[in-house]
């Protein structure tokens, strides 16, 4: 098998991570909204997976670089500096006091990231049975 299918292979699997970190994102924000969780508790739960995800977006997107996946680079490009910018300027956590003035635009936010994830999700399962299908002809 061609190390593209293994690289789109592995994409499909580091995106499907990511969907449901972003699902869990708005489950817990939905909770808080409706009063069932407090704004402690959900920033503590929350902030264990934002750098991580940060950290695995990364590294997606440097293989595709390293890789010569162009559409694919540029295709995760924007997401990686919009959060490369939010860690730098340390606006990445999400702090208690806070959460409920910002909460519209979490949400926003994880809708957007909901929906990048399903294109790539789909951009990577047409590119992995590409590559499957050229190498066994």
């Known amino acids: 098998m061609p190390y593209e299918a293994w690289l789109f292979i592995l994409s499909l699997l580091v995106v499907a991570g990511l969907l449901f970190t972003s ?5 817990m924000f939905s909770d808080l909204e409706s009063d069932y969780i407090n704004p402690v508790d959900m920033c ?3 902030n264990l997976f ?8 990364a590294f997606l997107t440097v293989l595709f670089l390293l890789s010569g996946q162009w559409f ?7 997401l990686f500096a919009y959060n490369v910018r939010k860690v730098v300027n340390q606006n990445h956590v999400f702090d ?27 951009y990577y399962l047409y590119r992995m049975i590409v590559a499957l299908v050229s190498a066994y002809p």
């Open 50 to 57: 934002v750098l991580p995800e940060h950290g695995v977006h």
């Open 44 to 46: 503590n739960k929350v």
């Open 23 to 27: 699902v869990f994102f708005l489950i």
């Open 72 to 78: 694919a680079f540029l295709l995760n490009a924007p």
């Open 96 to 122: 208690a006091t806070e959460i409920f003035r910002t909460l519209e635009r979490h949400k926003n936010e994880v809708f957007i990231k909901i929906g990048f994830y399903l294109l790539c999700f789909f």
